[in-house]
């Protein structure tokens, strides 16, 4: 298909806006001389574009999506309507408090929903990713030891099957990084943790279920063990989907931890984001959090900062139209529905794994929580067929394939989430797909590595992208 | 699996030729294997202090980054800059691909002769 | 209660069975007893979809929406094409994760191709990055981006968006780098005090032009006298100002970041927002987050994929210069959507009359007895000195419906213009402006 700048032609455009009323001003030597090259199209042009550009993109809306550690759940109509209000869109960030007492009702609403699901005792709803409020639960870490003259504590630890952004957060934040084996359960290996653990330790940061999709039975033990160190716990809030409104990591002994709004709570991922990433924590840290701290008061809400922020991660208040797709569900799914949908997420992981577990070999033989991996390790050995051989020829079925390749403690993983929104029949169609590109892989695996066939585009050359990359258009005037 | 006799390995699948007082840095052909097509390397810069048995730099291929362990101690006289253009000569030349020329030199790890170092990289694949 | 599970409770039953469980309590006996919560959540019941709709219409109208807004600081009220919205609610892009699965996700990855060009077209740079969170963070990152180990303070330019410094800040708190401030002089970065300073460790200056009191630095000086040191120039940019104004690349920075709100996207009380950095060429691996390349398929196809991804978190872990996982990718799209309708006339048409207005309204406020704070050529934003009480005024204002500039104390008012503003409004606004002062 053809780009954008190969579309149109010199003259065409839209006529989006009248001429300039007051009287112009010259920008002189601070004037623009390279010329600026975008578009020129018409209205036509851009929308067939786009509903072109769409036909090409497979999304939650498209079909089924088990893609583990995502949390690929349905995004719910009714949130994209109340994010949509001009009352919330047409809002200026900077207008005085009483005008904006809809808008500070979302914070604190959104604020004590999830610190009643966390277990938490204050939340900040300034991060605008997962990864971001990682960064920022850090700094917590780092600002209540620092407080308390601890500079020692300079460590994080982070067990080998947490997702990437862990231990890039806990570097970003200054830390060391202490990595420790996972046992043969893919669990943490209590022994490795104790010997970890010392004065050196600011924290542990983890998440349960972790990410083999196993729910930790220790996890009182672990955060003790890192507690009598004198380190704070830090939770991980991507696979809270398993256990919301069933247990809470507030109670498990964990100090602060971040949620994903574009996982757990169904807003969607539009391509890669945006997302939110709000942070709580216990009181004891609470005087560091950034950002807006919303209060009630007698005549109304107000806006304030921590007694000790550590500043802010973002401008403003955060991704405010993403809390209020997440408010709006929360509000929808209610005190019963909270833990109804884990639950489900639970039952449909268990129920996928079930009837898979004949032909797939699970890389644990456990009761799952929201989450399971399979490894195709052995379709490796026997037949050269690797799990991304099988990912891509799940594509030409229509269904997103599984996470690949992590976590990494498993080998040719493919990590399956299939949440709660999935029915009965849809789990049974993919489960019936699965199966039978195994048995093709086995019949066929020479042609495995062919797939996908049926798609837009057949594999591509990612390595001559990354040897020699072209990162934007090159008009013909630069081609020679 | 190429192991030339003319040159030393280390253990994390280094080789190194000396040239006068000059080690010449590389990897072997077990190593380019095991990363796949290589898509860019990241080398010190000429001056640089290089440390026996510590990384020295990075090779990226699409999905993984690896450390490139120094073999020796020493100062870094030249780095290969034709591979920061064309990294695939590591995976078509593994022993004409140098990556660093090291002077200087105090200290040096224990290193392999080929014989010992293709027994050694039969032992990593069990 | 509403619930966006398909299974009826038999199904779900029936299932329960099919696994040899009897009820949800036995998928979760590795949880101690002591954890699970032994009463239910202190929620509200669910509502249905009526419900929670009326409840979030009465909170949103808890809000006083202005239409004449003159108010900027780092959020614009700029003219948003209904095509962008529309674009942009297309159920595939919004539900699409990230683009990790290229055969199918070549939309989203073209659209993020076709926005990292438009980037670098408004800024001159080589290369653009497919998005991060906002301006601020962009700033950081960039910051980031430039510290190596012979050069790791940071340094920010005292006229900076304070939202931006306290973030860079927050960010420095993190990476431990030193953080030093340029002071200002007269409005404007001062660049005597950079020659005065030992800069022999500064890795990097941050500029913002327009600067947060709408003055256009003379960003000439500050890329030689910066250069010369031996540091980086990231300059922090508007991206409509961009439209007509010098860009980043011409004026030799080495990176190049800014707010893309202004692209199409509401001011929505703070977000999401849009951070857009780029980069020379020799900086692109250093650049954070996720870039798109073109490349070819199995038949020679042209296609797109995630690129470079061995700088970034799944793969570094530790080692990666930046956390960043999940982006603002339709916010980035909306941006593209935006820059494609305007096309390169529109833009100049809109930058060219948030000048226009300002001036003028600048032009009204002075022969209404105001001083101008700073002198110097401005874009779209400016400091008066008011005649009375800022907060007073901006409240009268308020009272009429007009939302005035931001108070920045006692006397002091930012006064922001676009090309939303008629030169009725403006008119009336001064109108206004008069029966309060007098």
Known sequence: ??????????????????????????????????????????????????????????????????????????????????????????????????????????????????????????????????????????????????????????KIIVPDSAHGTNPASAAMAGFEIVNIPSDGNGCVDLEKLRAAVGEDTAGLMLTNPNTVGLFDPDIGEITRIVHEAGGLCYYDGANLNAVMGIARPGDMGFDVMHLNLHKTFSTPHGGGGPGSGPVGCKSFLAEFLPGLRIAAGEHGFTEGRSAHTVGDVRSFGGNFLVVVKALAYIMTLGREGIPEAASNAVLNANYMMHR?????????????????????????????????????????????????????????????????????????????????????????????????????????????AARRPVVKYTWEQEKI | MNCPENVRYSKSHEWVKMEGGTAVIGLTDFAQGELGDLVFVNLPEAGDTVVAGEAFGDVESVKAVSDVFSPVTGTVSEINEELLDHPELINDAPYEAWLIKVEEITDEEELLDAQEYAAHCESEKA | ???????????????????????????????????????????????????????????????????????????????????????????????????YQAEISQGILQSVFEYQTMICELTGMDVSNASVYDGATAAA????????????????????????????????????????????????????????????????????????????????????????????????????????????????????????????????????????????????????????????????????????????????????SSNICSNEALCAMTAAVYLSAMGARGLEKAATACMANAHYLLEGLLKAGFVRKYQGEFFHEFVTVCPGNAYELSEKLGEQGYLSGLPLNEREMLWCCTEMNTKQEIDTLLALVGEVIS
């Open chain 1, 356 to 464: 898979l577990k004949p032909y797939y070999k699970m890389a644990y033989d456990h009761v799952c929580m929201h989450e399971f991996v399979m490894t195709l390790e052995n379709m490796k050995h026997d037949y050269n067929v690797t799990a991304l051989d099988i990912a891509k020829a799940l594509l030409d079925h229509g269904i997103h394939p599984p996470t690949m390749y992590f976590p990494l403690i498993v080998h040719e993983a493919l990590m399956v989430e299939p949440t709660e929104t999935e029915s009965r029949e849809t789990l049974d169609g993919a489960v019936q797909i699965f199966v039978d590109v195994l048995n093709q892989a086995k019949e066929t695996p020479e042609k495995m590595h062919e797939y996908p066939l049926k798609t837009f585009v057949r594999r591509l050359d990612e390595v001559s």
């Open chain 3, 141 to 320: 990152e960039a910051a980031a981006m430039c510290r190596d180990r012979k050069r790791g303070a940071v340094c920010v330019s005292a006229t900076t968006d304070p939202k931006v410094l306290s973030v860079i800040k927050t960010y420095c708190f993190g990476s431990g780098a030193p953080l030093l401030i340029l002071p200002e002089k007269d409005g404007r970065t001062d660049m005597a005090a950079w020659g005065a300073m030992d800069t022999k460790e500064i890795a990097c200056l941050y500029v913002q032009t327009p600067n947060y009191y709408g003055i256009l630095e003379d960003g000439d000086e500050i890329a030689a006298a910066v250069h010369e040191s031996g540091a980086k120039l990231i300059l922090g940019c508007n991206p409509i100002a961009l439209g007509i104004l010098k860009t980043p690349a011409e004026y030799g920075a080495d990176v190049a970041v800014g707010e893309g709100q202004p692209l199409g996207l509401p001011m929505s009380f703070g977000g999401p927002y849009l951070g857009f950095m780029a980069a020379s060429k020799d900086m692109m691996r250093k650049l954070p987050g996720r870039i798109v390349g073109q490349t070819v398929d199995a038949d020679g196809r042209r296609g797109y994929v995630l690129t470079l991804q061995a700088r970034e978190q799944h793969i570094r872990r530790e080692k990666a």
């Open chain 1, 1 to 154: 298909m053809k780009l954008i700048f190969e579309m149109g032609g010199a003259g065409r455009g839209m006529d989006l806006l009248p001429d300039c009323q007051t009287p112009v001003i010259g920008t002189g030597a601070f004037g623009r001389k390279q010329p600026l090259r975008l578009p020129e199209v018409s209205e036509t042009e851009v929308s067939r574009h786009y509903t072109e550009l769409a036909g090409q993109t497979h999304g939650v809306n498209d079909g089924f999506y088990p893609l583990g550690s995502c949390t690929m759940k349905y995004n719910p109509k009714v949130n994209e309507a109340a994010a949509a209000l001009p009352g919330f869109t047409g809002i200026h960030p900077l207008q005085e408090e009483g005008d904006v007492q809809g808008c500070l009702e979302v914070l604190a609403r959104a604020e004590q929903y999830l610190c009643e699901i966390t277990g938490m005792d204050a939340m900040t709803l300034q991060p605008a990713a997962g990864a971001h409020g990682e960064f920022t639960g850090l700094l917590l870490i780092k600002a209540y030891h620092a407080r308390r003259n601890d500079g020692k504590r300079k």
């Open chain 3, 1 to 99: 209660m509403g619930s966006y599970i398909p299974n009826t409770k038999e199904e779900q039953l029936e299932m329960l069975r099919e696994i040899g469980m009897q009820s949800f309590d036995d998928l979760y006996t590795d949880i101690p007893e002591a954890m699970r919560l032994a009463k239910p959540l202190d929620l509200p019941e669910g509502l249905s979809e009526l419900e929670v709709s009326a409840a979030l219409e009465e909170l949103a109208d808890k809000n006083r929406r202005y239409r004449h807004i003159f108010r900027g600081a780092g959020s614009y009220h700029h003219y948003i094409p209904a095509i962008v919205k529309q674009v942009t609610s297309k159920e595939e892009f919004v539900t699409a994760y990230t683009p």
